[in-house]
């Protein structure tokens, strides 16, 4: 019941920020969960999406489909953060501008790269944001980590382990797969708050993995007490 209300809170608040990205991510989501879960649910998550499309709000379903919209104004809004985001990379590829999104902002402002009409605040795109940030050993390292992690978990997942673990290792790695989605559109890690907690699920998915692999060892199963 608790876990039910925790969710239906998450779903409501996800529904009233109007964010196609995180409604993309979230589909990513439940569908890599039931994945990992059970494949052959899979049909069955498609048929449930399919017939819930009608049930939502007006306001919502016409949200949706302006996510193809290039005349869109959140759309066309992003293409100038992404062409000035890119031709700063250009400029900076290896060594970055710096660690924090003021110092990202002024290197931009500073090249005269950035002709959008709302101000440049960031990338609105966690990869983009991390090149620009750290060079390319940040977004090389950062990419490294994330696949890692979740190929990690999706082993992991297939592993004689308790019910427990396996569902907690499952779920952390669908909520960090649905996160890197829809980091693809936003730069999630703006508000301190948000980061923290995308690091804390990180973790949680590792602690997964490694009480798996733990309890796989000591059934004498392959896997290995790694990480």
């Known amino acids: 019941l608790g876990a039910l209300c925790a969710a239906g809170v998450g779903i409501m608040a996800l529904g009233m920020t109007y964010s196609r990205a995180s409604w993309i991510g979230a589909v990513v989501s439940a569908a890599v969960f039931v994945f990992l879960w059970n494949r052959k649910l899979i049909p069955g998550l498609i048929l449930l999406g399919l017939l819930a499309l009608p049930m939502l709000p007006d306001t919502i379903f016409n949200r949706i489909l302006t996510i193809f919209n290039l005349k869109d104004s959140s759309t066309s ?4 953060l992404y062409q000035a ?6 400029e900076r590829p290896v060594q970055g501008a710096g660690l ?14 950035y002709h959008g009409t709302a101000p440049f605040v960031h990338a609105h795109n966690l990869y983009l944001q ?21 190929k990690a978990a999706s082993k992991a997942a297939r592993l004689h382990c308790s019910h427990e673990v396996r569902l907690i290792t499952i ?6 797969a649905g996160i890197l989605v829809d980091c693809l559109a936003d730069y999630l890690w703006n508000y301190p708050r948000v980061m923290v907690i995308f690091w804390f699920v990180f973790s949680v998915m590792l602690s997964g993995v490694k009480l798996a692999r733990r309890a796989a060892a000591q059934k004498g199963e392959p896997g290995g007490p790694r990480l």
């Open 85 to 90: 985001a890119l031709e700063m990379i250009r």
């Open 77 to 80: 809004s992003r293409f100038p």
């Open 100 to 113: 924090g999104t003021d110092a990202v902002r002024l290197a931009i402002k500073d090249l005269n790269l």
């Open 171 to 176: 779920g952390a790695a669908a909520a960090v």
């Open 130 to 150: 991390i090149w620009l940030e750290t060079g390319l050993i940040g977004i090389v390292s950062y990419l490294a980590a994330m696949i890692s992690g979740v």
